[in-house]
């Protein structure tokens, strides 16, 4: 089953790149035209360091090509480790890490600059609320070296990786693409198939298997749905993920 009833578990060898949480809004221009030097004071002890970087982005997006563009500030607030960052334009707030280890640390690191953000700047409501988990499954860390890929991912996700005739070193790319309607009016778009992942600016060797779920909800949210709404799409992302694991891999995450 793609969403099975599951039991919430928190894995304490979990094999997560990265974890990204982005709210859209309509467009706020005071955001782009003025350093948000008193929103980082609210923030500033979580994330002490700043930085900015300005992209160029069509004003009216999806115009092929676009008509015009302009320059939008994407401030960024980093935690002392920097493993944590928040990022602010116009148009989003997003958190992200590469430290995840549960829900509840996820979001209660997110709910002080949200709630910061919400009171000073007032967004009229919300327009999409997107939740992204990118996994990267190595065997070497789980100690499953020589263990085939359908032993640990279930078939819907692996293409002609589950044919047993096959081998694996012969496949060069075995990739899938799917987006999905899930309960709740929430949406699942995820890219799973085997690849090589950088470190630190270099091609990690080993092969692992790449499960990148990103799940949103769109539409008109007011600011007190938005914890909620979150809540709805990380359930269905445990959903999402346990479904598209075995038994075997799931206990070798070591799940409490």
Known sequence: MLFPDYEPCTYQTNQLLEVICQLRFPTILSINEAMPAAFQEEIRKEFPQFSVRAERVPVAPGQQPPAQTMTVNNYQFISADGKWKLNLTQSFIALSTVGYTDWRTFAGKLDKPLGKFIQRYRPAYFERAGLRYMNAISRQALGLEGVAWNDLIQPAWLGVLDEEELPEQA????????????????????????????RQGKDDPEVKFILDFDLSRNGKLEAGQVVA???QLHDNANRAFQGAITIRLHEAMDPV
Request: hydrophobic residues 40%; contains cysteine.
């Open 229 to 231: 709404v979150l809540d």
């Open 171 to 198: 496949v060069i790319r075995a990739a899938t693409e799917a987006e999905l309607m899930l309960p709740d009016g929430c949406r699942l778009k995820a890219h799973t198939g085997p690849g090589r992942i950088k």
